[in-house]
């Protein structure tokens, strides 16, 4: 029977057509709050505890920008979507355990290779304090720039009021880059943030009263002042607590990729061999940071070590976008900068190219290989073997004095041969 008197009635139609969007809405939510709760028991419930999510863990920082804040408490980490753990700092803002005293230390600096992205035990620092058995400060803080690796040195020197043995540079391509936009970052109401907006326009340097001004909720929310505006607050907010929202986002970046993400790319770090001639004045300024370890290093009758780290591509060829370009050009670059110098370094590149599977392949697998998969930086594995090769190249080149080295070279070789 034909319901004539509501077909006529414009109220009836559209209220009917409310109660079926009303159900529509009421069944999308339910089955997005299954599929957000059923996720929440798989591997995808890491993508709550990516690194972007470290609010707090920064401070803002006059003259380097920013630095991982003193005694941060455990906030949760994961890399690749399979670890998960905790990051945290001490009284130093470091990502290690108290200093209690230790006259005997060595100092270990350097850029998100050397801070995070592999849980503490295993992180190379870890691993050189364990096989040494010698106290390491490991003060890597990622985001840092060569410049600002030597003034977190400085000052974790002053703070101690104990000289280190030796000073240990973990030296990454992207050092450059750092150095030349320095400092590119900084801390706002937590979060980490360009710099560009808070700085002195007549001096060009990090204004106190912009970095410390309070937000009220208003302009937390409401103003064009915050970092953040109201969409990416709440794309914020949301991207903690809602996996579904992570997934949307992951899969936006895939297809829709920004112009801001260019630089995930290892690539454009080694492609500076033909750089223009302004660049070359960056680079010259580049080379006198890195050089100034060494007057560091004399002025605390300390070692100096600088680690060169390669990107996956440097080992895995493979991996390289773009083909044809010198891999090795970088390392013989730096490294006949380094030995005119007089400083000691240790080339990673040809070492963890020899404990690589490089039989080309669509990933690599973090168990197996030397890198993660979805992440540029190094597997647990590839934390453990670096850790190996360095404390190696420190008893060999007697960089500090360590009881029983024999002993624990044969040590260190045996665990090597595990590798092959």
Not at 45 to 50: D, V
């Amino acid at each position: 029977m034909v319901d004539f008197a509501n077909q006529r009635n414009p109220r009836a139609r559209l209220s009917r057509w409310s109660i079926h969007a009303g159900v529509v809405l009421l069944s999308v939510m339910a089955v997005m709050v299954l599929l957000e709760t059923a996720l929440r028991f798989t591997s995808y419930r890491r993508l709550l505890t990516r690194d972007r999510h470290l609010r707090y863990y920064y401070q803002a920082d006059l003259e380097k920008g920013f630095d991982i804040a003193p005694n941060v408490s455990g906030k949760r980490m994961s890399v690749d979507n399979r670890v998960e753990f905790e990051v945290w700092s001490n009284e130093l803002g470091c990502f290690d355990e108290p200093y209690r005293g230790e006259p005997d230390y060595l100092l270990l600096v350097g850029d998100s290779f050397t801070h995070s992205y592999a849980p503490f035990p295993d992180k190379w620092g870890t691993q050189i304090e364990k096989l040494l058995h010698y106290r390491v400060l490991k003060c890597g803080v990622s985001g840092y720039g060569t410049k600002q690796e030597l003034l977190k040195a400085a000052e974790i020197i002053a703070r101690v009021r104990h000289q280190p043995r030796l000073i240990i540079v973990g030296y990454f391509w992207n050092d450059l880059s750092d150095d030349h936009c320095f400092p590119i970052l900084t801390v706002i109401d937590g979060f980490l943030v360009v710099s560009t907006r808070y700085k002195d326009p007549k001096t060009d340097k990090l204004s106190k009263d912009k970095l410390e001004k309070k937000y009220t909720t208003w302009e937390k929310w409401f103003s064009g002042d915050h970092p953040l505006s109201f969409g990416e607050m709440i794309r914020y907010y949301l991207d903690q607590h809602l996996i579904i929202m992570n997934l949307i986002n992951d899969a936006l970046v895939r297809f829709f990729p920004s112009e801001k993400n260019a630089g995930a790319n290892p690539n454009k770090f080694l492609a500076f061999q033909d750089a223009p001639p302004w660049a070359q004045e960056v680079w010259k300024r580049h080379l006198q940071n890195l050089a100034a370890f060494k007057d560091l290093a004399a002025a605390h009758q300390s070692r100096l070590l600088v680690v060169l780290i390669p990107t996956n591509t440097q080992v895995y060829p493979f991996l390289a976008a773009h083909q044809g370009i010198d891999l090795e050009r970088p390392n013989r670059i730096l490294g006949g900068f380094l030995t005119a110098q007089g400083i000691d370094y240790l080339d990673l590149l040809p070492l963890m190219r020899t404990y690589a599977d490089k039989t080309p392949r669509p990933t690599l697998n973090p168990d197996k290989d030397l890198y993660w998969r979805q992440n540029s930086h190094w597997s647990i594995r590839g934390e453990h073997l670096v850790g190996l090769l360095v404390s190696r190249h420190i008893l060999e080149r007697r960089l500090v004095q360590v009881p029983d080295t024999p002993e624990k070279l044969r040590y260190i070789e045996e665990k090597l041969r595990e590798f092959r």
